[in-house]
Each structure stands twice: as C-alpha cells, then as structure tokens.
C-alpha cells in the first residue's frame, strides 16, 4: 500500500460508519492484528512483553563467531529480545562477557549457552581423557552462571545420522528428509571400532551428570537435554536412548536424582517425527514436564508426518498444528525460550533472514493468540 493510499484509508471525510466498523475484521484478516483481536476486543487481553524473562521468549541460535554487528542489528529490528548463542568448541570468560555485552547495546539477551564440548566422544563413549574435557564443560557453565545467563544445552547421541536426503517440497523450498529404510539399506555404516549397548550410554551419561549436575546448580545454569533426533536405535552400531518419554522419566528420576537443574530442550520437530512411538504426545510432554517447570528451552519445528519417512517443515506446513502446542506452554506458563530451529532453504536467503523473519513472525502471532486466550 502506498503512503497516498494510507493517507485515504484512514481519512475520517471518506469512510462511512458502516465501513469504519468493519476495520478490525479486515485488519485481522489481513494479519496486521492477532487472530482473536475481534473477539477480544471488549476485555483486556493478557500481557506480552518479550522482554520480560519470566514469560514465554522468542529466540534463534546463532553462531557467535560468524555473528555480524549487521545482523544483530537485523534481529534488533524484527523486534527480537532473546537468544541462544552457539560459542562452538571452547570459550573464554573474558569472550562469553564481550560477546553478552556486545548482544546486548542491541537489546538481546543471551537466555541459553552452547558449548560443544560434551559432545566428545571421550565422554559420550566413555573413553579415558573424559574428565579431562567434563572440567572444559564446567569451567564453561560456571563462567556463564557468573555473568548470568540462564541455561545451556545438552544431548547424548554418538553415532548419530541426521539426515538421509535433501528434498524440494510441495511449496518448492528445500528441506531435510530422514527415511528409516534409506537410512538401514543406503546410509548406515560401523561408526566406530565397537558397538555400544544402551546400558553403555546411560552409565556413560549417567557418569557425566554425576560430574556437571553440581558444577551447574551451584552456577545456576539449567541443563536443557534435547532428545535424540531421529528417535530411533540404534544407529550406526550405537544405541540411542532419549527416544521417548520413558527416557526422559529415567533421567529425571533417577539419573539427575530429581534435580531442578536438569531438564528438557523439548524439540518438538522430534517429538512429531517418533509420533506414538514416544510414548505420551507433545502437547502431554509440555503439560506434564513444563507444569513442573522443567521445560526450558524449546525447538519449534514441525514435520510432515512421523516416521518411518518425513522432511522438515516451517512451522504452517506439517502435520502439527503448532498453535496447539504454544497455547500449551502459556497453559503451563512456561518461561521457556523457543527458537525456530532447522531451516528450510528459501531462494535467496543465505544469511536466513528470510527465514529467520517469517519464522519468527508466525511465532509471535501464535504466542500473541495464546496469551489473549490463556494469559
């Protein structure tokens, strides 16, 4: 619309009463209102305020060190306040402080805390030098616990495959697919000297927990664990074990010995893609685990079917019906963040910008809608 076109819109001399009170319904139409503002309309609607650190937060990852000032600047102004910031192998006191002070002169802060070094496979197999790189991982939560950041990521898949094709969708954009069939018959190989049994993983994990759990509740950092995606074992001669709710109940009962500090990374695109194998649905998960508050961080991803075969999806496109699911964490009042997760590929979109605000976007709406509805 051009600015000539607004200036007629909205000039008073030129709308009949009748069409002035159809207004709203065709804001809302047109997406320039939340879906429910019509019907709410005569009550007041519950807070939002994205900021606010005690309510449900929109967020992406990004790479630290391929961040641009360009791009925070981009974020600022699709009106993102929260982030989960990928610090890659290792990282310094002194870099985590520079890199939360330069987030924030853009007005983002840094809600969860990635550093891959618990994916060594000295301590997901259990191999000597572990300790070595369990204390590189609780030197890091410790320094995020001083400079106050929230949380920070898990997960304890070695020998994972992600992916057994990329395809171009019905809606043309490019997407990761998993087969379980091309996965046992094409992809799948001995992925190390030995096979490791699932009574292996969980000692090993459990030998890991027993090691950071006190490091991060004495920091104040929560372990967000995501599960296992595929859910599936095993996969290239190792067992996977976070592959449904029984899992998750073991680790938190027994393994974290109930501790506050432990919890879900609840990737819904996973949850969608074990369908009934995992044992309760995804909406059960965030109404059990988040009513506890131990749901933390969030992937808010959906999928076009559950296995044995699906692709990736934006979050309008799957099977799920995602507001569902987000109306659910305001039910629980979750205080999660969620970030958009994988990304389809779009035309012209290297830097995922594109990508970034589209998801984003529909993300807001949706947690617009469910705290008018819920609070």
């Not at 969980?202 to 759990?213: G, I, K, R």
Request: net charge negative; with cysteine.
């Amino acid at each position: 619309m051009s600015a000539l076109d607004s200036e007629k819109l909205i000039a008073p001399a030129r709308i009949a009463r009748r069409d002035l009170l159809k207004l709203p319904v065709m804001a809302a139409a047109c997406g320039l209102l939340p879906g429910s503002a019509v019907a709410h309309a005569a009550k007041p609607t519950g807070p939002l305020d994205e900021a606010d650190p005690e309510g449900t937060k929109i967020a992406i990852k990004l790479t630290v060190q391929h961040t641009s000032d360009e791009e925070l600047l981009f974020l600022k102004q699709i009106g993102l306040r929260w982030l989960h910031a990928d610090f890659g192998d290792a990282a310094s006191y002194d870099f985590i402080r520079a890199t939360r002070d330069r987030f924030a002169r853009y007005g983002l802060t840094i809600d969860c805390a990635l550093m891959e070094g618990y994916r060594s496979k000295r301590i997901q197999l259990g191999q000597p030098g572990r300790d070595e790189d369990i204390e590189k991982f609780n030197s890091f939560l410790t320094d995020c616990g001083r400079l106050g950041i929230r949380t920070s990521h898990i997960d304890f898949h070695p020998g994972n495959t992600y992916t057994t094709n990329m395809i171009t969708t019905n809606r043309g954009y490019t997407a990761r697919e998993f087969s379980v069939v091309d996965f046992r018959e094409k992809v799948e190989k001995q992925m190390f000297e030995r096979d490791y049994t699932a009574q292996e993983i969980w000692a090993n994990y459990a030998y890991f927990l027993d090691a950071v759990l006190p490091v991060a509740e004495k920091a104040g950092i929560k372990l967000a664990h995501h599960p296992d995606d595929p859910p599936i074992s095993p996969m290239n001669g190792v067992a996977k074990v976070f592959i449904n709710y029984a899992a998750y109940k073991h680790a938190e009962d027994v393994v974290s010995k109930g501790s506050k500090n432990w919890g879900l990374c609840l990737c819904l695109g996973t949850w969608l893609e074990g369908g009934d194998t995992m044992g309760k649905d995804a909406a059960t998960m965030i109404r059990e685990f988040g009513g506890r508050d131990k749901i933390f961080t969030v992937h808010f991803r959906n999928v076009s079917s559950p296995l044995p075969r699906f692709h990736e999806t934006f979050q309008d496109d799957g099977y799920q019906d995602m507001y569902l699911l987000m109306k659910a964490l305001r039910e629980v009042r979750s205080t999660a963040s969620l970030i958009p997760d994988h990304y389809p590929a779009i035309v012209s979109d290297a830097n995922l910008r594109i990508d970034n605000a589209y998801m984003v976007s529909a993300m807001r709406q949706m947690l617009r809608r469910a705290y008018e509805e819920v609070g």
